[in-house]
């Protein structure tokens, strides 16, 4: 079945560093891409999604690219603020199986210091 | 207020008892679904529904049991409580088959001891 990979965390940065959360995915068809935030006490947000190979979302300098080939919504911030830290889900569309599920990863934790 | 919420926010629950998590949207989305979110496990789904009337298992549906007589309410029962469903508990809701992109309420913090 579909299945959804991310990089382990914590992952610890300082405010205005590069930030890169690796996912990658298996699906069969044309799954669509999402990553979801989770502030602390919060449910989960919506951050940016692509539908189709090669797009790019962004939301708030946060951007992921729909790569086909390598099967991959790597997640990527150029500085990144101590208001960032947070959970990070990668998650894609359940179209074989129906019902507008998601198949999500098992999140990245992110801690910014100053 | 409009939105999807969730009660109650905190519960805790003795071994062996009922206890039902209500969630509820004002979108009218068609979808609504019930996951738990558990430490190394990311979120996982307990089931869903389709359409008011219409629900189906997810990933770990044992214990757990859903009605859905109106679209905007979607109940979750735990039928006897075990200390293995300790979770927090999110439900969230889709429109129809459009973006797959799906809204989520606050959680539900349920500890059973």
């Known amino acids: 079945g579909d299945s959804v990979t991310q990089m382990e965390g914590p992952v610890t940065l300082s405010e205005e560093a590069f930030l890169t959360i690796n996912c990658t995915y298996t699906?069969?068809?044309?799954?669509?891409l999402f990553w979801y935030v989770q502030y602390p006490g919060e449910g989960l947000q919506l951050l940016l999604k692509?539908?189709?190979?090669?797009d790019k979302g962004s939301n708030k300098g946060f951007e992921a690219t729909y790569r086909k080939e390598t099967t991959s919504f790597h997640l990527e911030k150029g500085s990144v603020q101590v208001s960032d830290s947070a959970v990070y889900f990668c998650?894609?569309?359940?179209?074989?199986?129906?019902?507008?599920?998601?198949?999500f990863g098992t999140g990245t934790q992110l801690k910014v210091e100053l | 207020d409009a939105g999807i919420t969730q009660s109650p926010r905190y519960k805790i629950t003795e071994t062996g008892r009922q206890v039902t998590l209500m969630c509820h949207q004002t979108?009218?989305?068609?979808?609504m679904f019930w996951y738990r979110q558990d430490l190394g496990h990311g979120l996982r789904l307990i089931y869903y529904?389709?359409?008011?009337?219409?629900?189906d298992k997810g990933e770990v549906p044992d214990g757990y049991v859903v009605s859905r007589s109106k679209t905007e309410n979607f109940p979750l029962t735990l039928e006897s409580a075990t200390r293995s469903q300790t979770s927090v508990y999110f439900c969230?809701?889709?429109?129809?088959?459009?973006?797959?992109?799906?809204?989520f309420g606050p959680g539900t913090r349920l500890t059973v001891t």
């Open positions: 692509a539908t189709k190979a090669d």
């Open positions: 998650a894609l569309s359940d179209r074989t199986g129906g019902g507008n599920k998601l198949t």
């Open positions: 529904s389709a359409a008011a009337d219409i629900t």
């Open positions: 969230a809701s889709s429109e129809k088959e459009i973006s797959y992109e799906q809204y």
């Open positions: 979108w009218s989305h068609s979808y």
């Open positions: 699906a069969t068809g044309y799954p669509s």
